[in-house]
T-cell receptor, first 118, second 112 residues
Framework: DAGVIQSPRHEVTEMGQEVTLRCKPI?????LFWYRQTMMRGLELLIY????????DSGMPEDRFSAKMPNASFSTLKIQPSEPRDSAVYFC????????????????FGPGTRLTVL | QKEVEQDPGPLSVPEGAIVSLNCTYS??????FMWYRQYSRKGPELLMY????GNKEDGRFTAQVDKSSKYISLFIRDSQPSDSATYLC????????????FGTGTQLKVEL
């Protein structure tokens, strides 16, 4: 398996522009997570999906951020308009739910998208 | 106050040293405790996973959980330069829908 795939790997954009990050989870996984990592705040969960349905979006910083999962093999995280403080590494992760919601299912992370907003 | 606290380091040790990495937490509902390793410019990968209290050993790595003190540790024996990475602790409560809460990570450098 190719693992979690993210694109682009690097994105440099100007303030005010729309940014779209993409993720392809591991085939067969029914959970998908979007994280943001910065030096100051560490790794923060933004939103996660179960069976393509958003379950918890309490980590989404503001209305400028939106995420979709139109099918089991694709998700997007969109920032519009982008601001310099959005500069961070954005990770997508996926997991199965085989161990059940009461237990732990390993999350597999993608390589991340390094976003720089000028 | 954050739910999970972790000293960011950096921590620099000589090759062969025993390394101790730690996290404290405030939410007593956490039952699952993980350590992820993250190499520079890569995504985190699971290193060890422990349920509830106790120790777990895997090769040179030992994970320890003390729920009474809300304190978890990762020990690395005979540290190698290849262990140089950022180590993130993560925690989950039962029924949390696979949602993890991460520490900020400790940067470790093992020097020759």
């Amino acid at each position: 398996d190719a693992g979690v795939i993210q694109s682009p790997r690097h994105e440099v954009t100007e303030m005010g522009q729309e940014v779209t990050l993409r993720c392809k989870p591991i085939s067969g996984h029914d959970y998908l997570f979007w994280y943001r990592q910065t030096m100051m705040r560490g790794l923060e969960l933004l939103i996660y999906f179960n069976n393509n349905v958003p379950i918890d979006d309490s980590g989404m910083p503001e209305d400028r951020f939106s995420a979709k999962m139109p099918n089991a093999s694709f998700s997007t995280l969109k920032i519009q308009p982008s601001e310099p403080r959005d500069s961070a590494v954005y990770f997508c992760a996926s997991s199965s739910g085989l161990a059940g919601a009461l237990s732990y299912n390993e999350q597999f992370f993608g390589p991340g998208t390094r976003l720089t907003v000028l | 106050q954050k739910e999970v606290e972790q000293d960011p380091g950096p921590l620099s040790v000589p090759e062969g040293a025993i390394v101790s990495l730690n996290c404290t937490y405030s939410n007593s509902a956490f039952q699952y405790f993980m350590w992820y390793r993250q190499y520079s410019r890569k995504g985190p990968e699971l290193l060890m996973y422990t349920y509830s209290s106790g120790n777990k050993e895997d090769g040179r790595f030992t994970a320890q959980v003390d729920k009474s003190s809300k304190y978890i540790s990762l020990f690395i024996r005979d540290s190698q330069p290849s262990d140089s990475a950022t180590y993130l602790c993560a925690m989950k409560r039962p029924g949390g829908g696979n949602k993890l809460t991460f520490g900020t990570g400790t940067q470790l450098k093992v020097e020759l």
